[in-house]
């Protein structure tokens, strides 16, 4: 594959029969208007300092680290539910919950390097968008394979043996957020798919098909669906990201309608806030992570016909009042009236990118200049696990959808 321009490449993504459908809504060609423009001159240089260092970087995947308390294989992902600790009333027992206090004995390498690969695929994939040059296709795809296609090294299509709790749980539902980190891996390689830019396109795609299946049809995977507050939401995400790559309407269409008649009236209080995510220890960042993951959906399943953006409640409910209460407040948090979070208060926000999509979608030019204020590539670990989108470039890719007035 040679150099790429733009127009060429939507070409490409246009003629997919699973990637995405272009409206007129951004018609227009100046930077200022277009999203795709706009992104690019601003985040050009990140994306490029990014995509240049990551193409050193040697796939990382699994099998590398194993932990003693994993039951599961050399290919299966393991991790341990964050706030649970040993009980010093009972040492050597099960362990005990302490909401939002980050155990850093549990074992984490896992999640790492599933951070690590949703840091590098997409940064390469942007940086092959902008360029059109095939060393960073050929790059993201070595990692693509490593993770999903090569038998050695290849992640097992399931996360039975995720958030695992010493002397309680084997692996639980909520494990399933993990996998989170895949959403924007999913649509890197959907673009890049498009684009005939990789190898073995089909065994990635088949191995995003079967831990859908999995995610859907499990009981682990089931109980994280049902999760009622920012886990059933990242469930959503997930499953309509791994549809889209793997064609799946159906369960696209499924996620549509679990926005509406779910996400939003059970999750959306009638003045914008996350009732169920104020309640927690990290009231903020929780707040915003959410937020994110819920704007996030819009921007992937929106259509013309479908505006997930335009979607109320009868009392009025839905992602324009969430972000007109979320706004302000990260704009300036010390107008925050809420509790502190008790872990890194001090290192939030970054660049939401529910900022860039909603205000695209809202033509809120006043929250595409916060988004443009804030931090596109945080270095504290906990604030990169909350922050799951970081290349909006890619998810300007398909036509913005306006809210209708």
Same mark, same amino acid.
């Given at each position: ?43 050009? !240089?990140?994306?490029? *300092? ?5 193409? @050193? ?7 590398? @680290? +194993? @932990? ?13 539910? %964050? ?28 999640? &790492? ?20 040059? !095939?060393?960073?296709? %050929? ?27 010493? /002397? ?62 920012? +886990? ?24 549509? &309608?679990?926005?509406?008649? *779910? ?40 259509? &013309? ?10 009392? /009025? ?25 008790? &872990? ?13 999509? @909603? ?6 030019? %006043? ?9 596109? %590539? ?28």
């Amino acid at each position: 594959m040679g150099m790429t321009t733009r127009r060429e490449f939507f070409a490409l993504a246009g003629g997919a029969a699973t990637c995405f459908a272009y409206g007129s809504a951004w018609a227009a060609t100046d930077v200022d208007s277009n999203p795709y423009d706009m992104v690019a001159a601003i985040d050009r !240089k990140r994306i490029l *300092t990014n995509a240049n260092k990551y193409l @050193s970087a040697e796939p990382i995947t699994i099998t590398a @680290s +194993h @932990s003693d308390r994993s039951t599961g294989g050399p290919n299966d992902y393991f991790s341990e539910g %964050d706030y649970w600790w040993p009980n010093p009333g009972n040492p050597g027992g099960p362990y005990i919950r302490r909401d939002g206090q980050s155990n850093p004995g549990n074992f984490n390498t896992h999640r &790492e390097a599933l951070i690590r690969l949703s840091l590098i695929v997409p940064a390469l994939t942007a940086g092959w968008m902008l360029t059109g040059q !095939k060393k960073y296709a %050929d790059h993201a795809g070595k990692h693509l394979r490593a993770w999903f296609v090569d038998s050695a090294t290849k992640l097992n299509p399931n996360l039975q043996y995720a958030q695992a709790i010493f /002397g309680v749980s084997k692996g639980r539902g909520t494990g399933v957020i993990d996998t989170l980190h895949l959403v924007e891996v999913a649509r890197a390689a959907t673009l890049l798919t498009a684009g005939n830019a990789i190898a073995d396109a089909k065994a990635v795609q088949d191995w995003f098909r079967d831990y859908l299946e999995w995610m859907r049809t499990s009981k682990n995977g089931q109980e994280e669906r049902d999760a009622s507050n920012n +886990h059933g939401t990242c469930w959503v995400l997930q499953a309509g990201e791994f549809a889209r790559f793997t064609g799946n309407e159906e369960v696209m269409q499924w996620c549509r &309608e679990r926005f509406r008649a *779910t996400l939003v009236p059970d999750q959306i209080a009638a003045n914008g806030s996350l009732p169920m995510e104020l309640a927690r220890t990290k009231p903020y960042s929780y707040s915003l992570f959410d937020m994110d993951v819920l704007c996030g959906i819009a921007q992937s399943l929106s259509t &013309e016909k479908e505006s997930l953006w335009s979607f109320s409640t009868q009392d /009025g409910r839905g992602l324009r009042k969430l972000m007109e209460f979320m706004a302000p407040y990260i704009k300036d948090k010390s107008t925050w009236p809420f509790k502190h979070d008790v &872990e890194y208060w001090d290192d939030f926000p970054a660049r939401n990118p529910a900022l860039l999509f @909603s205000g695209l979608a809202y033509n809120q030019q %006043d929250y595409i200049a916060i988004w443009k204020k804030l931090n596109p %590539d945080p270095e504290v670990p906990e604030v990169i696990r909350n922050f799951p989108i970081r290349q909006p470039l890619l998810w300007m890719a398909r036509s913005g959808v306006r809210a209708k007035s």
